[in-house]
């Protein structure tokens, strides 16, 4: 028998799908028939969203929660020490990452990080969930998801540990997608993905989509959209790095930079992303609105702080240097988008690349 909320569960989902569509966040009409036949609300019964830049928990006895579960939003579902550290993927990134695998039937696809499961069932209505594996490294969170996607139909193989080793006893893979953030894309997965498959990951601020070559080398272009995801973590951590505190010993010099720019241009971010990466990034408004300070640090100790025309840094990085060579490269190379942006991964390492990969993009300095 079909509940009231399950109708207009699908009535939801729909006018979505509408909105999805005409943002061009979903132009497959194979993925359309999966979103409208998946519920979402099943794997997100409680989550926290921000309210007037307050945490507010909302779950499934909230008069609006269904209408919240069914808008393009990320929920943030696990809270560790305060800091969000899973959530469900907004629908229209979700799809827009999904349409970039290029599946067929018969392919088999690994997940990384599970998190609620939601994005295991979209894959398991397109493929089966006998082609279907996902990976989530805590083990409260794998068995949760695996009882909702039980409940809903769907039996893909949930696997407690960690993402970035893959699941080889699967492999080969033809296709391979990250739900969480990664500065680097795991050596382990170049040789769980068939040569000429997919892996679709996060990457900084940005969405990389790479196709695995016959010697086990992975190379592509981002994706032009945003991309936004926690960072990937060992079980029990946030996967954040703690503020360091302000060091006592630090070098200051003057700089001109626009921090407005530093701060709100997310194309900049995102290259910033790339060249200072595993780096936390905090603004300070004024009165007006305007940005009057820009600090950066990083889990290896590095910090950075501009305000009132100059800049402090400390630690094994140049943060500030990083952020003024940054600044100078995107100025040059005319304000470039993400697609412009490029990565190769080998077993050795990883390169990102501007337009093409013979021009390495250089990371954050180190000091000597």
């Not at 592509?220 to 029990?236: H, I, K, N, Q």
């Not at 997310?266 to 004024?286: C, I, K, Q």
Request: charge should be negative; hydrophobic fraction near 40%.
């Amino acid at each position: 028998m079909t509940t009231l909320t399950e109708e207009r569960a699908v009535r939801l989902r729909s006018a979505l799908a509408d909105v999805l569509e005409t943002s061009g966040q979903l132009s497959d009409p194979t993925w359309r028939k999966v979103f409208e036949a998946v519920p979402r609300h099943p794997f997100v019964p409680r989550f926290w969203t921000l309210v007037g830049g307050e945490q507010r928990h909302v779950t499934s006895t909230d008069p609006d929660w269904l209408d919240l579960v069914y808008t393009d939003d990320a929920l943030a579902t696990q809270l560790t020490d305060g800091v969000a550290t899973s959530s469900s993927t907004a629908p229209g990134l979700m799809l827009v990452m999904l349409e970039a695998l290029d599946i067929t039937d018969g392919h088999r696809v690994l997940e990384i990080a599970t998190g609620t499961g939601y994005n295991a069932a979209l894959l398991s209505e397109r493929l089966g969930s006998h082609q279907v594996v996902t990976a989530e490294v805590d083990p409260v969170l794998a068995r949760l998801a695996g009882s909702r996607l039980r409940r809903c139909g769907y039996t893909p193989l949930v696997q407690a540990g960690d993402g970035r080793d893959g699941y080889p006893a699967r492999a080969p893979y033809d296709r391979l997608i990250a739900t969480c953030g990664f500065t680097t894309i795991p050596a382990a997965w170049l040789e769980q993905v068939r040569p000429a498959g997919l892996i679709v990951c996060p990457v900084g601020w940005g969405t990389a989509r790479l196709v695995v070559a016959d010697d086990g080398r992975a190379e592509g272009r981002f994706l032009p959209e945003g991309s936004y995801f926690m960072t990937v973590r060992a079980a029990g951590a946030t996967g954040t790095p703690a503020h360091p505190g302000r060091p006592s010993a630090t070098s200051s010099r003057l700089t001109g930079l626009n921090l407005a720019e530093v701060a709100e241009d997310d194309n900049f971010r995102f290259v910033l992303s790339l060249v200072a990466p595993d780096t936390a990034f905090a603004s300070e408004h004024g009165g007006d609105g305007r940005v009057t300070a820009v600090e950066l640090w990083g889990a290896d100790g590095a910090w950075a702080r501009a305000e009132d025309g100059a800049a402090r840094q400390a630690g094994p990085r140049l943060l500030w240097d990083a952020v003024e060579a940054t600044h100078e490269l995107y100025v040059e190379n005319d304000r470039p988008g993400r697609e412009r942006f490029g990565v190769t991964v080998t077993a050795k390492g990883q390169r990102i690349w501007l337009d093409v990969p013979s021009r390495p993009v250089p990371l954050a300095p180190v000091v000597a």
